[in-house]
């Protein structure tokens, strides 16, 4: 079953979805990830309290790009009451493989759910490095 997931990896991370940038983003995000250099630029278009676009944009490994893929396709079309509660392990369940055991890749999975919720939680990048 992992191949079925890893195989499903490779191919968002060849061929993301969502991939580029909006005209008109309501909400822009961008994360890092320090320990190993990845970034996922995040950038949303809300109306009436729901997602009616999303793209990402940014570099780093196959599992961060094809984690900000997955997690663009699961919340286009999601309320954003809805994609607040996005968690940590539907975004896992949606990678399909196991990284608990691994700490560094799975900062590298959630780094798209980070920009996803410092988006919409409205945090700062400078609230946050206070």
């Known amino acids: 079953m992992d191949d079925i997931y890893r195989e499903q990896i490779l191919e968002h991370?060849?061929?993301?979805?969502?991939f580029g940038h909006l005209?008109?983003?309501?909400?822009i995000r961008e994360e890092r990830n320090p320990l190993?250099?990845?970034?996922?630029?995040?950038?949303?278009?809300i109306?009436?309290?729901?997602?009616?676009?999303?793209?990402?944009?940014?570099?780093?490994?196959a599992i961060s790009q094809a984690s900000a893929s997955l997690l663009t396709e699961a919340?286009?079309?999601m309320p954003v009451a809805a994609a607040k509660q996005f968690s940590k392990d539907d975004l896992l369940?949606?990678?399909g493989i196991p990284l608990a055991h691994n700490p560094t890749r799975l900062k590298c999975a959630?780094?798209?759910?980070?920009?996803?919720?410092a988006g919409l939680y409205g945090v700062s990048q400078m609230d946050e490095d206070m």
């Open 23 to 27: 005209p008109a983003p309501t909400v």
């Open 13 to 18: 991370a060849r061929h993301p979805r969502n």
């Open 110 to 117: 959630l780094l798209s759910l980070k920009a996803l919720k």
């Open 75 to 77: 919340i286009k079309g």
């Open 36 to 45: 190993c250099g990845d970034q996922i630029r995040l950038e949303l278009a």
């Open 47 to 61: 109306t009436d309290d729901v997602i009616t676009d999303v793209r990402f944009s940014g570099r780093g490994c």
């Open 93 to 95: 369940d949606l990678i």
